[in-house]
C-alpha cells in the first residue's frame, strides 16, 4: 500500500469516526459503516464535511467530490471541473439595509449538471465573529478546486 492510499485510508477512519459521534439514526449510522464504506473501497480521500444537522456529507477525491445524503440514501459523485464556489461576505453597510437575509458571510459550492443531481453545499454566519472559521472552510473549498 502506497503512502498516497495510506494518508486516504486515515482519511476515510477519521470520516467515519466522525459519523460514529454523531447522534444520528442507527439506521443512518448503519448506512455509512456498511454501504458507504463497501461502496467506497480503497479510494483515496484527501478531506471531508459533515453536516451534523442533517448528517448529509462531502468527501474530497483526487478529482471529484462525493455528496451522501443518508435519509434519502443518496449518494451523488460531482466531477471537480464541474463544482464551483461562490462567496459573498455584506459590508456592514449591507447589513444594515437587507431587510430579507440578515447572514454576514454566505459561500456555496454547486455544481453545473443535470436537475435532479444538483449539488448545493452552503455554510452562513449571521455573527462576525463566526466568519473567520467559514472563510477558512472556504479557503479549504477553494484551493481543492483550483488544485
Not at 503512502?3 to 449510522?29: C, K, S, T, Y
Not at 456498511?34 to 471531508?48: E, F, P, Q, R, S
Not at 462531502?58 to 459523485?77: D, T, Y
Not at 444594515?96 to 436537475?115: C, K, L, Q, W, Y
Request: hydrophobic share 35%; aromatic share 8%.
Amino acid at each position: 500500500m502506497g503512502a498516497e492510499n495510506q494518508v486516504g485510508q486515515l482519511h476515510m477512519q477519521e470520516f467515519l469516526d466522525e459519523v460514529a459521534d454523531l447522534d444520528l439514526e442507527p439506521r443512518i449510522q448503519s448506512w455509512y459503516t456498511v454501504d458507504v464504506t463497501a461502496m467506497l473501497g480503497d479510494v483515496n480521500i484527501l478531506h471531508h464535511e459533515i453536516n451534523e444537522k442533517t448528517g448529509c456529507s462531502l468527501l474530497f477525491l483526487p478529482k471529484s467530490i462525493i455528496h451522501f445524503c443518508p435519509n434519502e440514501r443518496k449518494m451523488q459523485h460531482y466531477p471537480k471541473h464541474l463544482v464551483h464556489c461562490f462567496v459573498d461576505h455584506k459590508s456592514e453597510r449591507e447589513i444594515h439595509r437587507s431587510t430579507e437575509d440578515n447572514s454576514v458571510f454566505f459561500a456555496e459550492m454547486f455544481s453545473i449538471s443535470p436537475g435532479e443531481e444538483h449539488l448545493n453545499w452552503s455554510v452562513n454566519a449571521h455573527s462576525e465573529r463566526d466568519v473567520p472559521q467559514l472563510q477558512a472552510r472556504t479557503a479549504r473549498w477553494l484551493k481543492y478546486l483550483n488544485s
